[in-house]
Nanobody, 131 residues
Framework: QVQLTESGGGVVRPGGSLRLSCAAS????????IGWFRQAPGKEREFVAA???????????DYADSVMGRFTIARDNAGNTVYLSMDNLNEEDTALYYC?????????????????????WGQGTQVTVSS
């Protein structure tokens, strides 16, 4: 149905910025809810951000409290790539970042933040924040 490929990870200094990409193939990304999750060693995979088209003119964006005001999720004008722009990174942001996709109707914040809500996952891209 859809294949997801993450890119853009790397090593950055605290306070730095990074932009991750989630490229979708098989279907337009605009037909899916897209979520970003991250997983640090020894920890559970946690929600970061999500984006979903609610209707023809409205796009919903959700963020975890830990990244609110620092991260921005957006889609490109072709509708086939979703970006996660990350600013003011700190060492707690170090993790393997995954994007995920699901076909769903307008969803609650709880649904968008749940790993089990998503059907398709990429392989992940590593983000390391270190001085």
């Amino acid at each position: 149905q859809v294949q997801l490929t993450e890119s853009g990870g790397g090593v950055v200094r605290p306070g730095g910025s990074l932009r991750l990409s989630c490229a979708a193939s098989g279907r337009s990304v605009s037909t899916y809810a897209i979520g970003w999750f991250r997983q640090a060693p020894g920890k559970e995979r946690e929600f970061v951000a999500a984006i979903q088209a609610k209707d023809l003119t409205s796009i919903r964006r959700d963020y975890a409290d830990s990244v609110m005001g620092r991260f921005t999720i957006a889609r490109d004008n072709a509708g086939n790539t979703v970006y996660l722009s990350m600013d003011n990174l700190n060492e707690e942001d170090t993790a393997l970042y995954y994007c995920a996709a699901s076909v769903m109707g307008a969803a609650s914040s709880q649904t968008l933040a749940a790993r089990t809500s998503y059907d398709y996952w990429g392989q992940g891209t590593q983000v390391t924040v270190s001085s």
